[in-house]
């Protein structure tokens, strides 16, 4: 197999996955070793240059034959919905906004009753009990391969 392949249909016994795992680990582990280090190194640079670029308002920069970079600067703009609403609730525009569909009631589920509801499920009215035995048809379980070097 090689670089950038992936395993086919075939089953994969341990002893061959030692073995491919055997060149390929040592690989990557200096690979993300080296990796680290230039991101950081590169995470750095970008910062000075960023910098020495809007202090001197320079749009580009280029070394002859080396490469060059530019610098452009762009405004983000995000709506603080939190201190909005708190604005809109307080003034004599919040039924206006409300009848205007701004301002929404959101259902949602809180996550410490539903728990305290299944650690009294017996207690609790034969419809809840019965919604409460369905709740498996509403969790999902993803799997997150994840791979670190050691």
Do not use: W
């Not at 990796?35 to 280029?62: S, Y």
């Not at 703009?77 to 206006?96: G, P, R, W």
């Not at 996550?111 to 207690?123: A, G, I, P």
């Amino acid at each position: 197999m090689g670089k950038g392949q992936k395993m086919g249909a075939t089953k994969l016994t341990k002893k061959a996955a030692k073995e491919m795992l055997e060149g390929l680990v040592p690989e990557y582990v200096a690979h993300k070793k080296e990796f680290d280090t230039l991101k950081k190194t590169v995470d750095n640079e970008n910062g000075q240059i960023k910098n020495i670029m809007a202090e001197a308002k320079l749009d580009t920069f280029t070394v002859e034959g080396k490469g060059g970079v530019s610098y452009t600067e762009s405004c983000r703009k995000s709506m603080d919905e939190v201190k909005l609403l708190e604005y809109l609730q307080d003034k004599k525009y919040h039924k206006a906004f409300c009848d205007a569909g701004v301002i929404v009631t959101k259902e949602v589920i809180d996550s410490d009753s539903l728990e305290k509801l299944l650690y009294n499920m017996d207690s609790q009215s034969k419809p809840v009990q019965e919604a409460l035995k369905n709740l498996d048809k509403f969790i999902t379980v993803k799997k997150v391969p994840t791979l670190r070097t050691i």
